[in-house]
């Protein structure tokens, strides 16, 4: 280390140094590769046309939000079965100003390797100070609808069902004018429709911006989160219709000294009902338990996910969950700031959770990094869910106070070895997803319908990056549509078991997760070597359980509450 920074966070913003590739794409997936040899992942950002560039509004002043870059979303706008991608862009600060002043952008998903802006065309282009989004079906008429959380008041868009929204902010309610980093859909109170949770990161204002770090030419920092006062997150219920009311106070979530930058909803205590758990940055995380009927109690630090393995509280970025082990619970990955390993928590099953990093091998990896994206997926259709981190410091200026943490990093890919454990195989698997950039928000999608989870990833102060997944011969999936009906039409919440060569697979659908992001809504299920499923069962959030013998494989279906059939997709017709 060469400096100290007096209990600064250390933060960050800026371009990224990573190369971008020029030669054509291919109209046709490619083949996977051999078992074990060879890399997976490919960058195919730029040649498949997602040419998009992140806007910090970086100025001297070191202002808090340029620190945070922004989220991107993977979802299915207009309903062909191919999954479409938003990037949230940043906006000038203070007295910077842009002739042209950058805007949200939706790349539509061709089918044939490439992307198109529609940001125009659909009315999504968003100028405000963009961090986050999240996608569900406010009203339930089968469309994907859009929120955009802002540095200022943020928006939301209603999906008319012909590739164009309509800005329904006002009227809907929902227009939290905070600093707001994220948002996730959830049926907070099992009435079938989707509620809003909103993560809010501080009370700041640009006046009341402080001056950080050593006072000399260059060493100006931004300032670390406890230099300003906290601010509540916001619970929003849905009457049916698009519209909200704010109930945060009576929901028992409105903490006045949140730092929240990550939220994902589960159900960690399989009582029938959606949790929360909300990642804070220097302080406890939150787990939010619900009552069943909209209520939450915060029992984090009583259950033993709030803080680090060693007892102190960590600043998380990114959070997800998943069922890393196989025991059918949901678990829970937060990716933290450097000089603090990203957090592994595992279900107990007791209402309890242990943290694992050191024990699961994750620790030593990631004690440098600064994660933002983070979250679970089967890269390698094994079965068992690995681990994606999106890497990059939060202040562009680190190397000037540590000789050993830089403002670019590298992504991270761990592999679940079925065991508990975790190896990082990036090097070998994804030397494109290894070079350095300062990474923020991801999502998993397939982009390309041919079962292997491809990745996107938001770059602060540079080009978006998006990675296909060649993936591993002889291996086999499956992809789960949702469409519930006394549920919520997006089925979030839903939990999923597949019985395939002798193994039971546990997933529950969920919104938004990781860092200001939010992947497709597709469930996908990784087999290995099975080529057969003997059953798949859907547990619905309103107590409807569909049990489907023999769905397939290798293939995308969609499930209807109610139906008991899987009915297989092809994307585009």
């Excluded at 009906?485 to 999923?496: H, I, P, V």
Aim: proline share 4%; glycine share 14%.
């Amino acid at each position: 280390m060469r400096h100290t920074l007096p209990v600064l966070a250390l933060w960050f913003l800026g371009s990224c140094a990573c190369r971008q590739e020029t030669s054509p794409v291919s109209d046709s997936p490619p083949s996977p590769s051999p078992s074990g040899t060879g890399a997976l992942f490919e960058e195919v950002g730029e040649r498949s046309g997602v040419l998009f560039h992140h806007f910090t509004g970086a100025t001297r002043e070191k202002y808090m939000p340029e620190t945070l870059g922004s989220g991107v979303c993977a979802f299915d706008y207009d309903g062909d079965g191919r999954t479409d991608l938003y990037f949230v862009n940043g906006a000038p600060l203070g007295k910077n100003s842009a002739a042209d002043r950058p805007v949200n952008r939706l790349f539509r998903n061709r089918g044939d390797g490439s992307f198109e802006d529609v940001t125009v065309r659909s009315g999504t282009g968003d100028p405000g100070y963009g961090i986050g989004c999240a996608v569900g079906d406010v009203d339930g008429d089968g469309w994907d609808d859009l929120y955009v959380a802002n540095f200022g008041p943020n928006v939301l868009y209603r999906n008319r069902g012909d590739g164009t929204f309509e800005d329904i902010t006002a009227i809907s309610g929902t227009g939290d004018p905070s600093f707001s980093t994220g948002a996730t859909f959830v049926d907070v109170d099992s009435d079938g429709d989707l509620d809003l949770y909103v993560v809010n990161y501080m009370n700041y204002r640009l006046e009341d911006n402080k001056y950080c770090g050593e006072v000399k030419p260059g060493y100006r920092a931004y300032c670390g989160p406890e230099i300003y006062p906290g601010a509540p997150d916001r619970l929003y219920r849905n009457d049916g219709h698009g519209r909200f009311t704010d109930i945060s106070t009576e929901a028992g979530i409105a903490n006045p000294d949140g730092r929240g930058l990550g939220v994902v909803a589960l159900d960690y205590d399989l009582d029938g009902d959606l949790d929360l758990y909300v990642a804070n940055d220097g302080m406890a995380n939150y787990l939010y338990r619900n009552d069943g009927r909209g209520h939450f109690t915060d029992v984090g630090l009583l259950s033993g996910a709030a803080l680090g393995d060693e007892g102190r509280a960590y600043s998380g970025m990114g959070v997800d969950t998943g069922d890393y082990d196989g025991d059918g619970r949901g678990d829970l990955f937060v990716a933290n700031l450097s000089f603090q390993p990203s957090a592994l928590y595992r279900n107990n099953g007791d209402g309890t959770f242990s943290e694992r990093s050191y024990a699961a091998g994750i620790a030593g990896a990631t004690q440098l990094m600064t994660g933002y994206g983070a979250g679970f997926f089967d890269f390698d259709n094994d079965s068992w869910l690995d681990l994606f981190e999106a890497n990059g410091h939060m202040m562009d200026n680190v190397g000037l106070y540590y000789d050993n943490v830089s403002y670019p990093e590298p992504g991270q890919i761990f592999r679940n070895r079925g065991d508990g454990s975790f190896e990082e195989v990036t090097a070998t698997v994804a030397p494109d997803v290894a070079r350095p950039c300062v990474g923020r928000g991801s999502a998993f999608l397939d982009l390309d319908n041919d079962g292997n989870m491809d990745l996107a990833v938001l770059v602060a102060g540079g080009k978006a990056r998006l990675f296909r997944n060649r993936g591993v011969a002889g291996r086999h999936w499956l992809r789960v549509l949702l469409a519930g009906t006394r549920s919520n039409r997006d089925g979030f919440g839903a939990k999923l078991t597949l019985l395939s060569g002798g193994r039971k697979l546990f997933r529950e659908a969920k919104a938004a997760s990781g860092y200001a992001s939010q992947s497709e809504r597709v469930i996908h299920f990784g087999l290995g070597s099975s080529d057969r499923v003997e059953a798949l069962e859907v547990r619905w959030p309103s107590g409807q359980v569909d049990r489907i013998h023999s769905p397939g494989i290798d293939r995308l279906v969609r499930v209807v509450e109610g139906s008991g059939k899987a009915e297989r997709i092809t994307p585009g017709q």
